[in-house]
């Protein structure tokens, strides 16, 4: 083999090495586009509406009991306490209902936290309305402060009727700039 078939190989080697890695590197840039799409199809992940939905008169379905669960998480680098008051609530489609949640900054400093919410099964996320939580907003807390927090949400009595229990989840992350 001459030199010159030996460097055709590697420059052929190397071309080929590039388009890998411009490949990989737009497959993976194209994953969060992708991973929304799947989700909006599948109904997975059931990512709720960041802003408060208007208090609309449904027709209250007393026929129908729907089961609700509240579970709540920390984000390992929050330094807090925080929980449901109430870690199950059988509700009525239509009708208006308040929970509250529980949070402490369990440090001497001041914190920032954001609740984000997630609704499972994904698909039940958008009769899931609620018209006031502390999700919407950052919470500030100053040392050691504790809080009770409302959300007051309802239930589509549009649901689906194979839908019986709704768990309604909550991680809180310590959003507070480090200085």
């Known amino acids: 083999m001459n030199t010159d078939d030996l460097q055709q ?20 840039f194209a994953l969060v586009p992708l991973y929304d799409v799947l989700c909006d199809i599948t109904g997975l992940n059931g990512k709720v509406a ?15 009991e729907v089961t609700v669960e509240f579970i ?4 390992e680098s ?8 109430t870690k199950k609530l059988i509700v009525h489609p239509g009708e208006y209902y308040t929970v509250n949640f529980y949070a402490e900054n369990l440090t001497d400093k001041p914190m920032v936290a954001q ?10 996320a958008e009769y899931f309305k609620k018209t006031e939580c502390f999700c ?3 919470q500030t807390f100053k040392p050691r402060e504790g809080r009770t927090m409302p959300v007051r949400f309802v239930v589509n009595p549009d649901l689906p009727k ?16 480090t200085q």
């Open 9 to 28: 190989k590697n420059a052929r080697l190397v071309r080929n090495l590039v388009l890998v890695v411009v490949a990989m590197f737009g497959f993976g």
């Open 50 to 64: 960041a802003t408060a939905a208007k208090e609309v008169v449904y027709p209250i379905d007393n026929s129908r």
């Open 72 to 75: 709540t998480s920390l984000n």
């Open 78 to 85: 929050a330094p807090m306490l925080f929980r449901s008051e």
């Open 115 to 124: 609740a984000i919410p997630s609704i499972s099964p994904g698909l039940a």
């Open 136 to 138: 919407f907003t950052e």
């Open 162 to 177: 194979q839908y019986k229990t709704i768990t309604l989840a909550y991680t809180f992350f310590d959003n507070t700039k």
